[in-house]
C-alpha cells in the first residue's frame, strides 16, 4: 500500500476537585481566577486569567486584553509568557495554569489553550528543553497536560 493512517493518541489527566492537586497548583488556580477579572474583555465578555511558574519560583499573571481591532487582542496566556519571558528572559517556565468564565460567572469546565498559545507553549518548551505542565481549570474539574504534545501534536518548529 502506498499510504497508511496513522493515529496520534494524547494523555491528559482529569481532576474532580482542586482539591487533589498541590498546594502551589491550588494557589496559581485561585490567582488565575482572581486575574481573569483583570480581563479587558468588552467584545466578547469571556474573561481568561493566566499564571505561568517560572524555574525561579516567579509566578506571573495575565488577563485577556481585546481591542476593536479584534485581532489586535490577545489571549491571557500569552500575556502572561510574554511578560514573563520579557521580566525573566531564559527562565524556564515549569508550569500554566488557565481559567475562564463568560461574563465573570463561575466556571464550571475548564478552558483549553486556543491553537495559538499552543505553538507559543510549545516554542517555551523547547527553548528551555523542558516539557511545561498546563493545568486548564474549571471550578471543580481541572485538567493537566504535562507537555503541550498531548494538545498539539505535529507542531510547527523552525529549528
Ligand atoms: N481567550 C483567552 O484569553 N485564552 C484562551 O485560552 C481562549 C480565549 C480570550 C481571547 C478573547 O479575548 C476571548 O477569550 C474570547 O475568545
Do not use: H, W
Not at 494557589?27 to 468588552?42: D, F, G, N, R
Not at 491571557?76 to 515549569?94: G, I, M, Q, T
Not at 468564565?101 to 499552543?118: L, Q, T, W
Amino acid at each position: 500500500m502506498a499510504f497508511r493512517k496513522l493515529k496520534i493518541a494524547s494523555e491528559i489527566t482529569e481532576f474532580d476537585s482542586i482539591e487533589e492537586l498541590p498546594e502551589s497548583i491550588q494557589k496559581m488556580i485561585y490567582l488565575s481566577k482572581e486575574v481573569s477579572q483583570t480581563a479587558y474583555a468588552p467584545y466578547s465578555n469571556f474573561k481568561v486569567g493566566s499564571s505561568v511558574l517560572l524555574e525561579n519560583g516567579e509566578i506571573i499573571t495575565g488577563s485577556n486584553q481585546e481591542n476593536s481591532a479584534y485581532p489586535s487582542g490577545l489571549c491571557a496566556e500569552r500575556v502572561a509568557l510574554f511578560s514573563a519571558n520579557s521580566k525573566y528572559p531564559n527562565v524556564p517556565v515549569k508550569a500554566v495554569v488557565v481559567y475562564g468564565s463568560k461574563g465573570g460567572e463561575k466556571a464550571v469546565d475548564p478552558v483549553a489553550p486556543c491553537g495559538a498559545c499552543r505553538q507559543v507553549i510549545s516554542e517555551y518548551e523547547d527553548l528551555a528543553g523542558m516539557k511545561i505542565d498546563l493545568y486548564m481549570a474549571g471550578e471543580s474539574r481541572v485538567i493537566l497536560a504535562k507537555g503541550i504534545e498531548s494538545l498539539l501534536p505535529m507542531r510547527f518548529r523552525l529549528l
